[in-house]
Structures are given as structure tokens and as C-alpha cells.
């Protein structure tokens, strides 16, 4: 089994940045696709960001797009979200996800969750 670790949430202005990492442990970072997930109060929890196991594909939300960057680094087993431009709507809990050859928007591939790391985005 893989376990995940998120960190970097906090508060943050809007129009700042945050960079959240996950780091793994038990297991090799490079056998599974990667995907961070967010749950905002009272709503359903919704993909943000993905990419392959190789770290070759990303893939985003429309509501991300062109401020969020997903990344990977293999060697330090380590997926990254790098947030630009937040907006009040981006305030919620952010998880990370891990699954065998998994990819797409979907939660249902996704084996293993991090905790959630919390960030607020104020006016």
C-alpha cells in the first residue's frame, strides 16, 4: 500500500499562490496516476487536477484551468499543485489521490487518499 501525506494549505489572499505537495510513503510514487480532488463546505467532492504515472499527461478541471498546475517528481516521490490567480470559490479541503494506472476525473480509480489539507481564500 501507498500512504499520502498533503501539506502547503493555509490562508492566502485572493490573487495569491500556494504550492501544495504530496509526498508518499510504503511504496514507488511512479506506479500510480496521481490526482488531486477538492471538497469546498456544503458541496460534493470534484477533481481538480491529473496526471499519468510517466507525469507525460495533465489534465484539469475548466474551473482551474490556466491557474493550476499539477507536476511530479518521481526521484523525491512527491506530486505537487502549484495554485495561481485563487479565488474565494477555490477555498476548500484539498486531497490527494493514488491509483494503479489510474486516470480521469473520476474518484472510483483512486485506491488511496491523503487526509486533506485545508485552504482558505480571502477577500
Known amino acids: 500500500q501507498v500512504q499520502l501525506v498533503e501539506s502547503g494549505g493555509g490562508l492566502v489572499q485572493a490573487g495569491g499562490s500556494l504550492r501544495l505537495s504530496c509526498a508518499a510513503s510504503?511504496?514507488?510514487?511512479?506506479?500510480?496516476?496521481m490526482a488531486w480532488f477538492r471538497q469546498a463546505p456544503k458541496k460534493e467532492r470534484e477533481f481538480v487536477a491529473g496526471v499519468s504515472r510517466t507525469g507525460i499527461t495533465t489534465y484539469y478541471a475548466d474551473s482551474v484551468k490556466g491557474r493550476f498546475t499539477i507536476s511530479r517528481d518521481n526521484a523525491k516521490n512527491t506530486v505537487y499543485l502549484q495554485m495561481n490567480s485563487l479565488k474565494l470559490e477555490d477555498t476548500a479541503v484539498y486531497y490527494c489521490?493514488?491509483?494503479?494506472?489510474?486516470?480521469?476525473?473520476?474518484?472510483?480509480?483512486?485506491?488511496?487518499w491523503g487526509q486533506g489539507t485545508q485552504v482558505t481564500v480571502s477577500s
Open positions: 510504503g511504496r514507488t510514487l511512479s506506479s500510480y496516476g
Open positions: 489521490a493514488a491509483g494503479t494506472y489510474a486516470y480521469g476525473t473520476r474518484s472510483s480509480p483512486y485506491d488511496y
